[in-house]
């Protein structure tokens, strides 16, 4: 019995000793996903405005200083959601006395201090870029953190259509510089060494936190950093950057059924500089538009061969439309180059968005429906003729406009527009607009013509039987839809979904 009894014991010591051995090669390998559940993290809740809204809305945020433990050049799921909520704390509160009340909110409430806003709360121009600087105490080293504005900044649209004749783009280069000075400003301000940066910026704000991310790793000891040191993270950002360095220090959170992260095109010769972090999903799907030229101009959808809609992944598209706008086709030259856009575009549409975005929402609309009101003018059948002899001969594909005659005809038809409704412009403000709306119907014809006969054209001679417009006709009627890709609740939504600690 006692024998027994002792085989027992050791049989069981021999069970709980596989066990722990079990439970030690376990713990060795756990993930450091699993790993983080021993770190300190503070739940709480922020405010920020989202696309198309008016009131600032609560969300949640979890934060922990751990998060700045490992290289700035790791993936950290928790991080990139904090800082998409940092980064959108930073848009104005227009709704506040204090425009910048929720990021200083959120800064104080995960302990950073001295924060300095500058751009916020003041009116804004093509010149101004919003941010919050703050910095924090981590055990032996400063940690610099800035957050972008990325949203209502109201005149800085201006900037983002500034693209400049080469080198970074032109507009995010300019606010970039202006950031930089501030931290070094900063820096010096409150004698910080040893220093890390947390720097975050939505859509423009994320343009210009690449390039940010891109000047302080070329140069480190200026900023007395180091790689590792490095916290970047870009969201839903247009391309900046000409230079072809990937830092694995910038995080490039893209959602790629979003339009903007395909602005500007790659064949231009600008990129960011991240490594790229996906958050889409799924590929949403949208139906192929044509528009029957033939019938009155309607638009239908594209069917295959048995009868069935066409379909095309959201993502396929933007590729694809980028791709037609910035290339050649059947010889026909209607694409538009870095160097087209800047020599005939660029001023005009910077200086138009300029005037649109200095005015009230409901003066913006007023000055919509003078456009609309304009177009209608302009085809009225006094008109026609004269807008036929100015336009070009389809026919034979030129795209040469008689540019006096087509000149003569908007300038008459916006002035008569202009004399009969109270719109909310100034007669320097008007001759802008007068100046600028000829060369970007300028520009714009080329594409016309040329979306007619590319993609899913349909010909049939016999009966003058065309369908075209592929690209735009996709483009225009899922607008809606492709816009929502870029809404800032929606992609802090994805972000969310991709983060445990919401789950």
């Known amino acids: 019995m006692k024998k027994s009894i002792k085989i027992m014991v050791s049989f069981m010591g021999m069970i709980i000793i596989a066990i722990l051995i079990l439970v030690i090669i376990k713990q060795q390998t756990k993930s450091p996903q699993t790993q983080e559940v021993n770190i300190d993290v503070q739940k709480g809740t922020f405010e920020y405005i989202p696309a198309f809204e008016e009131f600032s809305v609560e969300d949640v945020y979890y934060y922990s200083d751990d998060y700045f433990q490992n290289s700035g050049k790791e993936e950290n799921e928790h991080l990139r959601t904090m800082s998409l909520c940092l980064a959108l704390s930073a848009i104005t509160a227009s709704d506040k006395v204090d425009k910048a009340e929720n990021v200083k909110k959120l800064l104080d409430d995960i302990g950073f201090c001295d924060i300095s806003i500058e751009d916020i709360t003041e009116e804004t121009s093509k010149d101004t870029i919003g941010t919050a600087i703050a910095h924090k105490k981590m055990k032996e080293k400063e940690m610099i953190v800035v957050s972008i504005r990325g949203a209502k900044y109201e005149v800085e649209w201006a900037s983002n259509f500034w693209a400049g004749e080469n080198g970074d783009a032109a507009g995010f280069s300019a606010a970039a510089d202006l950031v930089v000075n501030r931290i070094k400003a900063y820096k010096t301000k409150y004698d910080l060494k040893k220093c890390q940066y947390w720097i975050v910026g939505y859509s423009r704000g994320g343009a210009v936190t690449n390039l940010l991310g891109k000047y302080i790793n070329e140069a480190l000891e200026e900023f007395d950093t180091s790689e590792d040191d490095l916290y970047i993270y870009t969201f839903e950002a247009p391309a900046s950057s000409v230079s072809t360095e990937t830092y694995a220090n910038i995080h490039n959170v893209i959602n790629p059924n979003d339009m903007i992260v395909y602005v ?69 030259d209607y694409s538009i180059t870095r160097e087209k856009y800047v020599t005939v575009l660029e001023q005009p549409i910077t200086d138009i968005i300029e005037i649109y975005m200095s005015k009230t929402e409901p003066e913006r609309k007023e000055i919509i429906d ?45 002035e008569i527009v202009y004399k009969n409704a109270n719109i909310p412009l100034s007669r320097e403000e008007l001759e802008t607009i007068k100046t600028s709306i000829l060369p970007i119907i300028q520009a714009s014809t080329p594409i016309l013509i040329g979306s007619v006969f590319d993609g899913n054209t349909e010909l049939k001679i016999g009966n003058i039987h065309i369908c075209g417009f592929y690209h735009l006709a996709t483009f225009i009627n899922h607008f809606s839809e492709i816009s929502l890709s870029h809404y800032i609740q929606t992609n802090l939504k994805l972000v969310q979904s991709m983060d445990s600690y919401y789950q």
Do not use: H
């Open 264 to 332: 500007y095109p790659e064949k231009w010769g600008l990129r960011n500089n991240g490594v790229e972090e996906i958050i889409a999903t799924e590929n949403n799907k949208i139906v192929k538009k044509q528009i029957e030229i033939t019938n009155g101009l309607q638009m239908i959808d594209v069917v295959d061969e048995n009868g069935k809609l066409e379909y095309i992944s959201q993502q396929e598209f933007l590729e694809d439309f980028v791709n037609w706008l910035t290339k050649n086709s059947r010889g026909l």
């Open 370 to 414: 003078f456009f609309r009101e304009i177009c209608m003018t302009l085809t009225k059948e006094e008109n026609r003729q004269e807008l036929k002899e100015a336009l070009p001969d389809v026919s034979s594909m030129n795209f040469n406009f008689d540019e006096e005659t087509m000149g003569a005809l908007i300038n008459k038809n916006i």
